[in-house]
């Protein structure tokens, strides 16, 4: 029943820790204007506006898509506005791609942003309530338990993290949008920098970033119609469970573990490591990348850590893993996720340059938010889905 | 340079919005037991496992947890981490150890200070127990709770807690 | 198009502040209800859609805790928008339109009274130009009846007739806050509020959730004996700046209950969405209603506002009223942002 859709446009700005030379409406402007360019067409050719934020209180503003309508062009036009915590980003290409694929709207304009440097967010993500001590320091504080608990029971060696932080810091270097950027980054730059929350050291963590990625979703008339390769949504899938309950597994969230298996299973894909080319997925601390090489089905439990250990996840290796250089280098909140989903259309459109996986047919990306308990995820193609 | 080449980067707009917080039902009852120094816990009316701080629900089953438990002050470690940095709003001095406990009784862990010891000896296992301020100060407020420390008692096994972490 | 159906409708009564329970505890209760009224199983349920916002509940995240009242287990496929409840429910009728699922659940919750909401507001106003002025939500809207009333397209008097017709209907609605009889002359001669709005030409304050179960067609009718029907939703969009609009007029009200079909048959009720006064006679315009719809009969946003879930209300009301035999098609309209900014409509049927 569903219609085909296809990501027909991508733009991004350049992530900074301040991008004190836009306001939020130049901030989306950058990044959407690049979508419509790269998608020539222009601003009377969108139907519809889905635009995607982490918490308002990042920046201090309430409900910012309203005083941004001008800005996204949608004034007369239907806008919509998703919030599902750090997992957003890719919500929100998800309900972009849904207008279309049920039919109602032929080319969707889909926008994310967050610009943290006009507020502070590390007071937003711990406001003091009262009736209890405030003991989680941000978000740091919430995963690095996780990430011991992963350690602890998978037996990973204690450098994991620190491997993937330096493959993910090299990528960056070849993404010419990317915020941190560290030309001599080692891996003893790596080990010796300060321990944040034991056992995430300083250059395993991500930055704050300002910046705001953009795509246009369309129809297949208009995938076809373009002078650019289209990427082919061949599926999409959100899963979210409770963040405290008894007898939660955080470490392995089985929302993470259906959403991925149920969205391999609507592509068609039986066994996604050899039929996946590359990942974009979401790692805001290094040790996440082999937590989540487990919870996505690409090796068996307690195992993912042998990915990044073998190679396998570097650009050459047999499952390239965030080739943009990934949460690590660049992380605007609310972008965050579609950064991800859109570095997967990239590859499959052949358009990513330097960190381009050669030949890449068929790409994931993912996000996750909460406390590990929102997901979203989709799956791109160089052709439609048959 | 001149004034009208220079770009406006900056411009501060102070924002105050105050809110006044109520604690829920469920939350209410455990506060009034932290004020007598009591952990009192809720019992889910499906599945009965004890969730503490209680919040009114099972997630697990979206019941209600009406039944009162009253938990030791004794718990595990189910697993932690040293934190380092500076954040806003944090009432601890850095660097403290922050733990995820699972006391003696509950389904579900809470967060505490682990105190009294080096970090380097904090281990996911250990046995711990609560250290309160003194009677006279005791508040509506889990903060009434300072810290927790080790106890003299072996290390429950790890496969016994797994299904916590 | 797929046919998709209201099939069921809960909500809290609309208070002034519910001090005593959280947003969980005041949310279970309503989704046990929908569900249950629904027919079909919690775990046959599709898709979850909740509209809310953290500005209400002063903490970043406020929407995560409210999962722990939908049953999140096993997993479920679930959303959120930073926006009225009505919006959601938008989200949950295109994912049925894309046949990925046949029903969804849709809920939105708030608790206005804990902070000033009028002043906070104010944040959804431009942060560069608008909001270091510091105009909150009676402020804007005064503006707006002001334009209005020195143009001499309302009356002051025409407003509290709304005002007291309003509170006068809500007698009949047990769920709602601010009811009575008025006399017009009488809350005439009181002080305004802030000029040319008085106290009766605001909404009150109020504390509360609302959920919906929507099915396509054949769910909806083997689960339910009296499916309302969606015949039409859609929302647009207005300038923000409110010097760059004609605030006497909602453009985006116009277009989307054009697109909606709001003209394409008799209409019984209308449930609109005017948290003030003078905005229900904007959006009677807006729509052409004649006077033989029957507006608001369970007394609108006058008689309870809370804010992201009245839109949502006004839904659920208007199929309340279909489903009691009131009428046969009713328009449901819910707004966002000031002065009227963003604007749903969603056309109602029943059998």
């Known amino acids: ?386 | 340079m001149s004034e009208e080449s220079t770009a406006v980067t900056k411009l501060v707009t102070p924002v105050r919005v105050s809110y006044t917080y109520t604690p829920g039902v469920a939350t209410g009852k455990f506060l009034r037991g932290i004020r007598r120094g009591k952990i009192i816990g809720q019992a889910c009316d499906s599945c009965g496992r004890v969730y503490v701080p209680p919040r009114g629900a099972c997630p697990r089953c979206a019941s209600p947890t009406s039944q009162e438990v009253e938990l030791a002050h004794k718990g595990t470690i189910i697993t932690f981490c040293v934190v380092r940095v500076p954040s806003e709003n944090i009432d601890a001095e850095l660097p403290y150890c922050a733990a995820s406990i699972l006391l003696d009784g509950a389904d579900i862990t809470l967060f505490g200070l682990i105190q009294e010891c080096k970090f380097d000896e904090v281990r996911i296992g250990m046995r711990v127990e609560a250290v309160w301020k003194p009677e006279s100060e005791w508040e509506y407020n889990l903060a009434n709770i300072v810290h927790y420390r080790p106890i003299e008692e072996p290390d429950v096994p790890y496969e016994q807690i797994k299904e916590y972490s | 198009m797929r046919d998709v159906a209201v099939v069921s409708y809960a909500q809290t009564p609309f208070v002034r502040s519910e001090r005593a329970r959280n947003e969980v505890e005041m949310l279970m209760p309503v989704i046990d209800e929908v569900v249950e009224k629904s027919g079909i199983e919690r775990r046959k349920i599709g898709f979850t859609c909740s509209g809310s916002t953290d500005y209400l509940a002063g903490q970043s995240f406020s929407f995560v805790m409210a999962v722990d009242a939908v049953g999140a287990w096993p997993p479920i496929c679930e959303s959120h928008v930073e926006m009225d409840g009505a919006w959601a429910l938008y989200e949950a009728w295109v994912k049925i339109q894309c046949g990925e699922v046949d029903s969804a659940l849709v809920f939105s919750f708030g608790r206005s009274s804990m902070g000033e909401t009028a002043e906070t507001m104010t944040l959804q106003t431009d942060p560069y130009t608008l909001a270091p002025l510091g105009p909150d939500a009676i402020s804007m809207a005064a503006l707006q009846a002001r334009a209005g009333l020195d143009r001499g397209l309302w009356s002051e008097r025409e407003m509290a007739e709304v005002a007291v017709r309003s509170r006068r209907d809500a007698l009949r609605n047990p769920e709602a806050q601010l009811k009575g009889e008025f006399d017009v002359d009488e809350i005439l001669a009181e002080p305004y509020l802030v000029s040319p709005l008085r106290k009766h030409d605001c909404p009150p304050v109020s504390d509360g959730a609302a959920a919906a179960v929507i099915a396509a067609a054949d769910v909806a009718r083997q689960a339910c004996e009296k499916p309302v029907w969606i015949r039409g939703i859609e929302h647009r969009l207005d300038s923000h700046q409110p010097g760059s609009r004609d605030l006497t007029l909602s453009p985006s009200t116009k277009a989307a209950g054009e697109a909606a079909g709001a003209s394409s048959g008799r209409l019984d009720i209308a449930e609109l969405h005017a948290p003030f006064s003078h905005q229900e006679i904007i959006l009677k315009q807006a729509l052409g209603l004649s006077d033989s719809v029957k507006i608001n009969p369970s007394g609108g946003a006058l008689a309870a506002n809370p804010i992201l879930t009245a839109g949502l209300a006004r839904i659920g009301e208007a199929s309340r009223q279909i489903v009691a035999g009131n009428g046969r098609r009713a328009l449901a309209h819910a707004t966002s942002g000031p002065c009227l900014q963003q604007n749903l409509v969603c056309i109602l049927e029943g059998d």
């Open chain 1, 1 to 386: 029943m569903a219609e085909h859709a296809a990501v027909i446009g991508i733009g991004q700005t350049k992530y900074d820790a301040k991008r004190i030379d836009v306001s939020q409406f130049g901030l989306i402007r950058e990044a959407a204007t690049r979508a419509l360019e790269d998608a020539e067409l222009g601003w009377k050719d969108i139907d519809a506006v889905v635009i995607g934020k982490a918490p308002d209180m990042f920046e201090g503003t309430m409900m910012p898509e309203l005083f941004l309508a001008e800005a996204l062009g949608c004034v007369g036009k239907p806008m919509l506005r998703v919030h599902t915590a750090g997992s957003v980003g890719g919500s929100t290409a998800i309900v972009a791609a849904s207008l279309v694929q049920a039919g109602i709207h032929q080319r969707v304009l889909t926008v994310s942003y967050e610009k943290q440097s006009e507020s502070n967010a590390m007071w937003a993500l711990s406001i003091k309530m009262p009736f209890a001590p405030t003991m989680v320091a941000g978000a740091g504080g919430f995963f690095a338990p996780l990430i011991r608990g992963y350690i602890q029971r998978s037996g990973a060696p204690d450098d994991t993290g620190i491997r993937v932080a330096l493959k993910d810091r090299l990528n960056a270097l070849k993404n010419p949008y990317a915020h941190l950027k560290l030309p001599d980054v080692d891996f003893d730059m790596i080990a010796n920098s300060p321990m944040l929350w034991d056992p995430i050291r300083y250059l395993e963590t991500c930055p704050s970033s300002d910046g705001a990625c953009a795509m246009v979703i369309g129809d297949e008339k208009q995938a076809r119609r373009a002078a650019k390769p289209a990427a082919w949504i061949h599926a999409t899938n959100m899963k979210t469970e409770p963040t405290m309950f008894a007898g939660r597994d955080q470490v392995m969230p089985r929302a993470g573990l259906e959403c991925s298996a149920e969205l391999y299973k609507k592509a068609g894909i039986s066994d996604p490591r050899s039929e996946i080319d590359c990942a974009e997925i979401y790692v805001p601390f290094s040790w996440f990348e082999a937590m989540w090489m487990e919870n996505l089905h690409f090796a068996p439990l307690n195992e993912g850590w042998k990915m990044t250990y073998e190679g396998a996840t570097a650009l050459g290796g047999d499952l390239p893993v965030n080739m943009s250089g990934g949460v690590l280098s660049s992380n605007a909140i609310g972008a965050s996720g579609m950064i991800r989903f859109a570095e997967a259309a990239m590859q499959v459109r052949g358009q990513a340059g330097e960190h381009q996986v050669d030949g890449a047919r068929r790409s994931l990306g993912h996000a996750y938010g909460g406390g590990s308990q929102y997901f979203s995820m989709w799956i791109v193609g160089d052709q439609p889905l048959a």
